[in-house]
Structures are given as C-alpha cells and as structure tokens.
C-alpha cells in the first residue's frame, strides 16, 4: 500500500522514493546480519515501522519541491532549493526520534534493546536513502532533459490552498484534551493497569510437545484460561516457555495445583491423548513431553524493569528538552513538545487502563509496551519538530506578518506531509495488527493510539500551548 501510495500521490518521483525504501529495507537486514542479531518481535516491528516512517523524508523533500515548483521556478532549481530547505526539518526530526531510541537501547534490555537496535539503524538508513539515493535517481533524470513529476492531476494542487484557523480552534482542543486526560487519570489511579510477569513477577513453565508448535495460537488458548500469559519458542520448536501472572500473590500447594490443572486442560488439545495429568505433570519418562521444569519469577526483576523504563522516558524528556532548546533558542517551543509527550503518553496509558477488561487481544504492560511508548514519544516529537522548524521559518521569512497568521499558515503548508506520514505509518502499523499475531496485538495497539493522538496533539497540543506561553511571555515583559 505504502508503495502504491507514494506513486499516486507523487508521481515518478514517488517510484524513486519507493526504490530508496526498498534499499533501506535491505540496508537494515544486511546490517543486522553483519551485527549478528537476533530478531525478537519488537525487532521485526521495529524494521517494519521504519518502512511507515522512512517515506518521511521523502514526504518532506517533494513537498518543498512542489512548494518550489508553484512559485514559478525551473525544475532544477525547485529540486535543489526543495532539498535544502527540508534538510532542517529532516535532520531535527529523525536526531530527536534517534536520541529517543538512544536512551531506549541504553536503558533497555533484551527485547526493547533488539526494538532499539532496528530503530537505529532504520533511522540511519533512511536519511540516507532519501537524501541521497532519491536524489541521485532525480539530478540523474535532470541531466538527461527528461520531465520529472511531483504529484499527479489529482494531487498536485492537493492541500495547496488551504486556510484552517488552527490557533482559534486550541481552547476547543484544550478542553478535549482536558478531558481524555482526566478520564485518563481517574482510570489509571482507580482501575491501573493489566501489568505482566515484567513488573509483578510470575510463575514459569517450560513445557515440551511431542511435535512442533505455534506460540501465537497457544497464546491464544491460554489467555482464555489465565487471561495474561506470555508465550515463546524456548530451544527446539516443540519446546515453549509459559509464563502467567495468574494468582501471582498467593502462595502455597493449592495455587500451584489449580495453575498446573489449569495449564493442563489449556494445553489438552494440543497433546497426546495418552498423555495424563500425572504424566504432563512430570514429563513423560518416554518421550519427554509435559512441563519440564517451573520456576517462580520474583518481583526484584520487576523492579530493575520498572527502574530502568522510568528512567529511559525521563532521559528521552530531558534530552529533547534541551535538544529543541539549542536548536530553536526559545524555551516555550521545549515546553510545547515536552507537553505533547506526556499529553499523548498519558492518554495511551489510560486507553490501557480503560480497555484492558474489554478488548479481545492481551493488553498487559511488558517490556515491549515500554517500548511502544517510548516509540510513541519519538513519533510525538518528530512530527512536532517538523512543524515548529517551518513554524520558525516562517517567523524568519515573514517577520512583519500578525504572530497567530504565521504559527497558522505554517500549520496549513505542513498539512499534507503530516497527512501522508500519518496514513502511511498507520497502513503499516495496522498490519502488523491484522498479521503479526497474538503476542504482539497488544504492542501494535499502543503504537496505533499513538500515532493518532501524536498526530493530533502535534497541530493541537504542542503548537498552541507554544503560541499561549510564548504570549504571556511577551505579555509579562
């Protein structure tokens, strides 16, 4: 879909674009084979959400080509002033997603460090297919005097004339955001959320099979039975490692028992009929099938996670705090995003909170959820680092226009691109949702809200509140 979108919406120039993600794709799988890595879930997410993110650049590039293009200038001349000036936008926006998953990868482990890894990688290769694979295919058809297209005859003139009074609609949007944000609150405070064996520990089955299986559809069947479990491929394919929160604290024979028959009459189907409880208890002498040992994982592994997840959001907050502050010299555009975090982070814990008794898929709080969130932070700041760069350059080329006409037109000419980056990411995340499986449903979730409310609050939330501090700012003075 992405694909076929980039070729309708630009044209020969998007064919160029799919090429260079078609290249990214295969830079991200040669680097991971040099490094030797292990591709978890979160992993192969992480290669597959770059595919959504990457066309970014891109996206950015073409539309200040056309927006080059309309002022009346040659071709050539429109694909260079077009590279040049989205190259800010480019580069802040993917150093701030890139410092997020920085802070991921050195504070995460196992999983959200694999996450971390791809993320990394996709970021880097990205900026450089775009900027220079995609530009390489562009000068070389230039050179050969041959037409080059930007958009079709149906999106060319696309989001070109538009004149949405953003900043009048922000007391409407504050009150909205109010709102969620309180249900939010009231929610996570009074209900909490689903959280896994990561953070309250668990009991632990490593259980064989006489033939091979798939985790995903025990998962399923096992949610039934215990309503949170945590299932992988542990050594040979025949071989999982079942893990539940189910009756986490309590303690003593009965519990274990009731788990273990449980466990038994979740995995019946799947097992000899000649097997027993007594011998899936113990494992069959013969064939070695049934639980071969459990293990209680107690809570000081629960609490190293929960340590190192507050500390990397924190450490991306305040990295790219001080990041937008170097790069933008005024401490409300800072203020503006950091609040666009927490307002879409909140939202998405309390959307958690709300649907985890209700949804049809697990949505408990692991390992992989923080990465979800933090990649949700790094979505959040790359499309408001985008919008508050033209937002400055506005202010630079327009200086005797009215504050409000500035922040508002720089919002219109930043429209389609936060359209198109939105779509095409969305595809990719809501296949992953529809394809990947059951382990991951519940990760794709939080990334889908995620880019919903970042989206939103980039155009409602961070902007506004920017504008607002930025006049009583002034107003003080």
Same mark, same amino acid.
């Given at each position: 879909?992405?694909?076929?979108?980039?070729?309708?919406? !630009?044209?020969?120039?998007?064919?160029?674009?799919?090429?260079?993600?078609?290249?990214?794709?295969?830079?991200?799988?040669?680097?991971?084979?040099?490094?030797?890595?292990?591709?978890?879930?979160?992993?192969?997410?992480?290669?597959?959400?770059?595919?959504?993110?990457?066309?970014?650049?891109?996206?950015?590039?073409?539309?200040?080509?056309?927006?080059?293009?309309?002022?009346?200038?040659?071709?050539?001349?429109?694909?260079?002033?077009?590279?040049?000036? *989205?190259?800010?936008?480019?580069?802040?926006?993917?150093?701030?997603?890139?410092?997020?998953?920085?802070?991921?990868?050195?504070?995460?482990?196992?999983?959200?460090?694999?996450?971390?890894?791809?993320?990394?990688?996709?970021?880097? =290769?990205?900026?450089?297919?775009?900027?220079?694979?995609?530009?390489?295919?562009?000068?070389?058809?230039?050179?050969?005097?041959? +037409?080059?297209? /930007?958009?079709?005859?149906?999106? @060319?003139?696309?989001?070109?004339?538009?004149?949405?009074?953003?900043?009048?609609?922000?007391?409407? *949007?504050?009150?909205?955001?109010?709102?969620?944000? +309180?249900?939010?609150?009231?929610?996570?405070?009074?209900?909490?959320?689903?959280?896994?064996?990561?953070?309250?520990?668990?009991?632990?089955?490593?259980?064989?099979? #006489?033939?091979?299986?798939?985790?995903?559809?025990?998962?399923?069947?096992? =949610?039934?039975?215990?309503?949170?479990?945590?299932?992988? $491929?542990?050594?040979?394919?025949?071989?999982?490692?079942?893990?539940?929160?189910?009756?986490?604290?309590?303690?003593?024979?009965?519990?274990?028992?009731? %788990?273990?028959?449980?466990?038994?009459?979740?995995?019946?189907?799947?097992?000899?009929?000649?097997?027993?409880?007594?011998?899936?208890?113990?494992?069959?002498? #013969?064939?070695?099938?049934?639980?071969?040992?459990?293990?209680? &994982?107690?809570?000081?592994?629960?609490?190293?996670?929960?340590?190192?997840? /507050?500390?990397?959001?924190?450490?991306?907050?305040?990295?790219?705090?001080? !990041?937008?502050?170097?790069? /933008?010299?005024?401490?409300?555009?800072?203020?503006?995003?950091?609040?666009?975090?927490?307002?879409?982070?909140?939202?998405?814990?309390?959307?958690?909170?709300? *649907?985890?008794?209700?949804?049809?898929?697990?949505?408990?709080?692991?390992?992989?959820?923080?990465?979800?969130?933090?990649?949700?932070?790094?979505?959040?700041?790359?499309?408001?680092?985008?919008?508050?760069?033209?937002?400055?350059?506005?202010?630079?080329?327009?200086?005797?226009?009215?504050?409000? *006409? =500035?922040?508002?037109?720089?919002?219109?000419? $930043?429209?389609?691109?936060?359209?198109?980056?939105?779509? $095409?990411?969305?595809?990719?995340? %809501? +296949?992953?949702?529809?394809?990947?499986?059951?382990? %991951?449903?519940?990760? @794709?979730?939080?990334?889908?809200?995620?880019?919903?409310?970042? =989206? !939103?609050?980039? &155009?409602?939330?961070?902007?506004?509140?920017?504008?607002?501090?930025?006049?009583?700012?002034?107003?003080?003075?």
């Amino acid at each position: 879909f992405v694909l076929c979108w980039m070729i309708f919406y !630009y044209g020969r120039s998007g064919l160029y674009a799919d090429i260079a993600l078609v290249l990214n794709i295969l830079l991200i799988f040669g680097i991971l084979a040099g490094l030797g890595a292990v591709l978890t879930l979160p992993g192969i997410a992480g290669i597959v959400l770059t595919i959504g993110i990457s066309v970014d650049a891109n996206v950015l590039i073409f539309e200040r080509v056309r927006e080059e293009v309309r002022k009346g200038k040659g071709i050539r001349k429109s694909i260079s002033d077009g590279f040049n000036n *989205a190259l800010s936008s480019i580069l802040d926006a993917n150093i701030t997603t890139g410092l997020t998953a920085l802070i991921l990868f050195i504070f995460g482990t196992g999983p959200i460090k694999g996450f971390a890894t791809t993320l990394l990688i996709g970021i880097a =290769t990205s900026l450089f297919t775009a900027i220079f694979i995609t530009r390489i295919f562009l000068d070389s058809r230039n050179e050969k005097g041959k +037409s080059i297209s /930007f958009g079709t005859k149906l999106t @060319m003139s696309l989001f070109s004339n538009i004149n949405i009074g953003f900043l009048t609609k922000r007391k409407v *949007a504050y009150v909205i955001s109010f709102a969620l944000i +309180s249900i939010s609150v009231f929610s996570l405070f009074f209900q909490g959320l689903n959280q896994g064996v990561d953070f309250v520990g668990g009991r632990s089955y490593v259980v064989r099979f #006489e033939k091979e299986v798939n985790p995903s559809e025990i998962s399923g069947s096992l =949610t039934d039975v215990f309503g949170s479990v945590e299932v992988k $491929t542990f050594g040979d394919e025949n071989q999982l490692k079942i893990t539940t929160n189910y009756k986490v604290d309590v303690e003593g024979i009965e519990v274990d028992n009731e %788990i273990q028959n449980k466990l038994f009459d979740g995995l019946k189907s799947y097992l000899n009929n000649d097997i027993d409880y007594d011998s899936f208890l113990n494992g069959s002498e #013969e064939k070695q099938i049934g639980i071969m040992s459990s293990i209680k &994982v107690g809570p000081t592994i629960a609490d190293d996670i929960k340590k190192n997840s /507050f500390l990397a959001v924190l450490g991306s907050l305040i990295v790219v705090f001080l !990041y937008i502050l170097l790069r /933008f010299r005024k401490w409300q555009f800072s203020l503006g995003a950091v609040a666009a975090v927490f307002h879409d982070v909140l939202i998405v814990l309390g959307i958690f909170s709300i *649907a985890y008794k209700i949804m049809p898929f697990n949505m408990e709080i692991n390992q992989a959820f923080i990465a979800a969130i933090l990649t949700v932070i790094g979505y959040s700041l790359n499309d408001t680092v985008v919008v508050f760069d033209r937002i400055r350059e506005y202010i630079n080329e327009h200086s005797n226009w009215e504050f409000n *006409a =500035t922040v508002d037109s720089a919002l219109n000419s $930043t429209l389609s691109r936060t359209l198109n980056t939105s779509l $095409t990411t969305l595809i990719v995340l %809501i +296949s992953i949702f529809v394809f990947g499986g059951e382990s %991951i449903r519940g990760f @794709m979730f939080a990334l889908i809200v995620g880019v919903l409310v970042g =989206t !939103y609050s980039s &155009v409602f939330i961070a902007t506004p509140v920017m504008y607002d501090s930025l006049n009583i700012n002034s107003q003080n003075k």
